[in-house]
């Protein structure tokens, strides 16, 4: 049978189911679409925050007036560092002590050792180290700010700093300290102190004081 134009009817079904085909498709294929959009956000909102965490604890030393960024001593400067300590007893602290090389280096050589360190990534990654190198008895890590925390029950003392803080630290360190305590500076030196030993190791140079 045909339609008023001449049109056979059943031409007229096919595009009249047609018409309606065509937007259910093109409408799945736009929920498709926007599904992925909403995936890849959510992706690369993820991955904003999680190195938003991860970067924080780094960068926010760098903010404050006097800073302690997180620089790996090198092998030899951990070498002056246990030469400095031969003959030595007692108890020892890293201020800033980074990923913990040398909490675990004096830990190996019989210390019981403490390391301080603002950044909670890095004390974690240190306890984890001290558990793998079998030190994790004698070796200790928590998250401070160095300012925040009172040295005077150790008897030796390691710090890796910066000129900015040497003056206030060393003012720190002479009123908490025993004056039997040794004093390890490594790559710069205290102000007003004067070393009993010097260790050099490449362009940077271990300090007893």
């Known amino acids: 049978m045909e339609g ?8 007229l079904t096919e595009e009249s189911q047609s018409r ?4 259910a498709s093109f409408e799945a294929k736009s929920l498709q679409k926007s599904n992925w959009g909403f995936f890849l956000t959510g992706l690369v909102g993820g991955t904003l925050v999680a190195v938003y965490a991860v970067a924080t604890p780094f960068i926010t030393p760098a903010l404050r007036k006097v800073c302690l960024p997180f620089v790996p001593a090198t092998t030899k400067q951990i070498e002056n560092v246990v030469k400095m300590l ?3 007893r007692g108890s020892l602290v890293d201020i800033g002590s980074g990923d913990g090389r040398i909490v675990i280096a004096a830990a190996k050589e019989g210390f019981t050792a403490v390391g ?3 950044n909670p990534w890095l004390v974690w990654y240190s306890r984890y180290r001290a558990w793998r190198e079998g030190v994790h008895g004698s070796a200790k890590f928590y998250i401070s700010d160095l300012w925040k925390v009172t040295f ?3 008897s030796n003392v390691v710090i890796f700093g910066v000129p900015q803080m040497m003056l206030q630290l060393e003012k720190k360190l ?3 300290l025993a004056d039997d305590a040794r004093v390890i500076a490594c790559r710069f030196p205290f102000p007003h102190w004067t070393p009993d030993h010097v ?3 490449g362009d940077r140079h271990s300090v007893g004081i």
């Open 152 to 154: 005077s029950q150790y």
């Open 199 to 201: 260790h050099w190791g």
């Open 4 to 11: 008023g134009g001449g049109i056979p009817l059943e031409t």
């Open 174 to 176: 002479e009123l908490e």
């Open 86 to 88: 031969q003959c030595r």
């Open 116 to 118: 301080y360190e603002l």
């Open 20 to 23: 309606h085909v065509l937007p």
